[in-house]
C-alpha cells in the first residue's frame, strides 16, 4: 500500500503532502477526495464553501486554545480509543466553541495502519459516554485534567 511507501524523510520533506508525489506511489487519481490535498488556498475556500459536511471536532486534524480545552477539562480519560475526540468537540461546542471548516485548506494525510487495539466492549461504553454528552448537553467531564 501506499503507506508502506512513506518514511519520515518524506514527512519532513514535504513529498508526503504533495498529491503528484502520492499518485506516483500508489493514490487512485481522479479521485474527488484527492482535491483535499489542494495547496491552493482560493480553491480550498472555495471547496470548504461548498461542502455540505459540517466542522466537527475529529481528532486528526483538530486544534483548540488551551483555555477552552480546559474550560470543558479536556478529554474523558474513561475513554479509550473509539469517538474519544468526538465527544470532546461535542462538550466544546456545548460549552460556545464553534469549529471551523477546513477540509480542504489543511492538508492531511491518514497512514493505513492495523487497528488490533479496537474492542467492542470499550467502543459500546464510548458510545454511552458520548450519548450522555450529547442528551445532557454536557460541558464538563469530571474524569478530565482536573480531578
Known amino acids: 500500500t501506499l ?21 506516483a506511489n500508489g493514490l487512485k487519481e481522479a479521485v474527488f477526495k484527492n482535491l483535499k490535498l489542494t495547496n491552493n488556498k482560493r480553491l480550498g475556500a472555495v471547496l470548504n464553501h461548498l461542502s455540505p459536511t459540517r466542522a466537527t471536532w475529529n481528532g486528526c486534524n483538530s486544534s483548540a486554545w488551551k483555555k477552552d480545552i480546559l474550560a470543558v477539562n479536556g478529554f474523558d480519560e474513561r475513554m479509550q ?9 461535542e462538550r466544546l461546542t456545548n460549552n460556545g466553541i464553534r469549529g471551523i471548516k477546513i477540509r480542504y485548506s489543511a492538508v492531511c494525510v491518514h497512514l493505513d495502519h492495523t487497528r488490533d487495539y479496537l474492542n467492542k466492549e470499550v467502543l459500546k461504553k464510548n458510545q454511552e459516554i458520548r450519548r450522555n454528552t450529547k442528551q445532557t448537553k454536557s460541558k464538563w467531564t469530571a474524569f478530565g485534567v482536573s480531578r
Not at 508502506?4 to 508525489?21: E, L, M, S, Y
Not at 480509543?81 to 468537540?89: C, V
Open 81 to 89: 480509543y473509539g469517538a474519544e475526540d468526538r465527544e470532546f468537540g
Open 3 to 23: 503507506s508502506k511507501h512513506i518514511n519520515p524523510g518524506h514527512i519532513v520533506q514535504g513529498t508526503a503532502f504533495d498529491r503528484k508525489w502520492l499518485v
